[in-house]
């Protein structure tokens, strides 16, 4: 962990609805350890935990969290396969808790490829916490940039409906939030990784090389910190912002 002035919450105000975080550098926490990668994604569920808490404590109203990319399908056979299990566990164990925390679970992703236990798991997960309110948990899961922007346009097409960037945004599998206010990504890489491609045209980036399972209230509040400095200006001047923040 970098040593630096402790981190005071932001106001509320400034506190963003929607963050989006690239849960990476599982394997690496894990290597350091001298233990398996699968140890590494094991703590990675445990570090998701916590911020699923201070999301709640601090006010963001929507999480949305990549855990499994399509690409993911190229690792070794064994890590993949740990991966998928340690899903289906964490479906069992922790919607009794994100349920009483009034989390609603959505698995987004395609679900081709997926087994059939698992994608009953999640049918039922999703279901269980639908009418919750309190955080929207969105759990990227077999999720590529790539496919949703495809699938999308599939589902237009099949509708034979205008491509609009309204019609389109709104046949993406994220189409119940709004777009990520703040990306994090852990690990230390500074790239996408076919995340949200479309959502984060207008996203606050923030990078940290704190690894997944070493992400803790501490480097959450630090983004939150980071994030409320920023001045967000959607193509317009900064004076134009000021002004607009005055009136
Ligand atoms: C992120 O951690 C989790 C997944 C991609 C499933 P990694 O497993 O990519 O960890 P590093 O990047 O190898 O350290
Ligand atoms: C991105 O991490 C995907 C997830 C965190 C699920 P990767 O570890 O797969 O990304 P690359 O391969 O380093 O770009
Ligand atoms: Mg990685």
Redesign the pocket.
């Known amino acids: 962990m970098t040593a630096s002035a402790p981190v005071r919450a932001p106001d509320a105000g400034t506190v963003p609805a929607h963050v989006a975080i ?3 550098g599982n ?1 690496r926490w894990a290597r350091r350890r001298l233990l398996p990668r699968a140890a590494g994604h094991r703590a990675g569920m445990e570090a998701l935990r916590r911020v699923v808490g201070c999301s709640i404590e601090r006010g963001v109203q929507v999480l949305t969290v ?4 399509s ?2 399908w190229a690792r070794p056979a064994e890590e993949v396969q740990a991966i998928l299990r340690l899903m289906g566990q964490a479906l069992m164990e922790e919607v009794p808790r994100l349920h009483e925390a009034g989390v609603r679970l959505h698995v987004v992703g395609e679900r081709a490829g997926l087994s059939a236990e698992l994608t009953a798991a999640i049918a039922e997960a999703e279901r269980r916490t639908a009418h919750n309110a309190r955080l929207v948990l969105n759990v ?1 899961f077999n999720y590529g940039g790539r496919w949703d922007i495809v699938q999308a346009a599939r589902a237009l097409a099949q509708r034979h409906e205008p491509i609009t960037e309204q019609t389109l945004a709104a046949a993406l599998a994220l189409a119940h939030v709004g777009d990520p206010d703040l990306l994090i990504r852990t ?1 230390g ?1 500074q ?1 996408i ?3 949200l491609l479309w959502q984060l045209a207008y996203t606050e980036l923030y990078f940290t090389p704190c690894l ?1 399972p070493a992400f803790d209230a501490v480097e959450f509040d630090r983004a939150l910190a980071a994030y409320a400095q920023r001045q967000r200006r959607f193509g317009r001047t900064p004076e134009q912002v000021l002004a607009a923040a005055v009136r």
């Open positions: 690239v849960m990476d394997g990549f855990a499994f990319s690409e993911n990227c690990g890489e790239r990784s076919n995340f997944w």
